[in-house]
């Protein structure tokens, strides 16, 4: 008889290996378990005390300690929590989420945001959503209360921001986590690899994610993603495009008293300095275009105050937008927004728009797609990380132009302006573009239904 054939050598190395570095994992995890308990403690009544104080997370408070909406599934019912950050995720989830619920109604579905501006935006922009709340801060405790109270079939994260304590906890209950509108900026990647470790456990844990493009794909399978389960699908914001007919233009003009022979120049999602820029600019460009307009609307509403009190220091004239006047010729062309939800359709009345939290660093950019979508060129500043892509694709088509600085902003308006015949061909060229790029939001709700499957 013949002596078993032993285990060559590697291989029982590599055994040992693997289940020394599974052993090592484990360990971390309980470490990090333990650590999250007891921060737990501390967390709750310093974060309590903060938000009452500062009346900042206030709404929602006890979400974020777990105690979410408790939810009573039907027999044999799948639910779907999905996290939107803030607005522009909300934006992106709407028409994936609507897909769902047109096609698959008896699926139920929970949202949760991490902001007050995401939180009023699911709440106007998905009545249809069962549940609503304010995403529980990424501790052990609060996860898995709240975890236990949702019981989701499936977790799906609008954007690459990964919360460890819910990817860890999500695959010891089973329950798949996957991704749409993937992104990673060069500063995320940084981060992530300097914790390679722990990131890679954690994209193995995932169904699916599906990235925007394949400079994402490329990078984030190089952090530890398996590559059949990374996809390409684009970006739904292209879907959740509203475009406004000219119609309703027309009224919005209307609305705002604005001169309907004249230009009009929206600032949007401004941030602190940006506002100061492009007044200046446009004080100094109404001197050659006296029948021009401007539209500053803040990307934060709180600082409508502030911005109002820089106006008056200066002796500017300006009218808030709640307070214009439907029967009264306006006594200025300027208009502060102060108003929820109205900046993606005030859009439609501009002839050229700025998108802001791109002039300063850090920067980042917001969202250059809504004055596209309404046929209208963009100009953004230097810092647009969160924006590259987007940026570079619309640029290349003739639609985006990119300014570095005031007199940079103030010239390259001037030659718009000036050339206003040829706008109209930018307008279509626009239409074309966004509509080229639609159909992301159907694709990501069959990969959501075919793994609840």
Known sequence: MKAPSKQPANNRGTGTQKRNKSAKAGKKIRVLKFVSRIASFVLMPAFTVYSLVTGKKRRGLKHHFGWVPKVEKKP?????????????????????????????PSIALAVSVTTDAGYDAAQRMLPFVDHIFFHPLDSWPFINRALDRIKPDLYVLTDTGFWPSMLMSLKERRIPPMVFNGRISEKSQARYKQIATMVKPLLQSFAVICMQSERGRTTIQNLGAPPQRVRIVGDTKFDALQIVQQAERIRILERFRFPRDGQVWVAGSTHEGEEKVCVNAYLKLCRKFPKLSMVIAPRRLERVGEIAKYLEKENIKFVLRSKIDPRAKLSTNIVLLDTHGELAKVYSIADIAFVGRSLFPPGGGHNLLEPVAQGKPVLHGPYIENNQKTAGELKTQGLAFPVSDDQNLFAVVR??????????????????????????????AKYIVAILK
């Open 415 to 444: 030659k718009l302006l000036m050339q206003a015949e040829e706008l109209p061909q930018l307008h279509k060229k626009a239409a074309a573009y966004v509509q080229s790029k639609r159909g992301s939001a159907l694709e990501i």
């Open 76 to 104: 044999g019912q799948k639910l779907v929590w999905l996290h939107a950050l803030s607005l522009g995720e909300v934006n992106g989830a709407a028409p994936v989420l609507k897909i769902i619920h047109e096609k698959r």
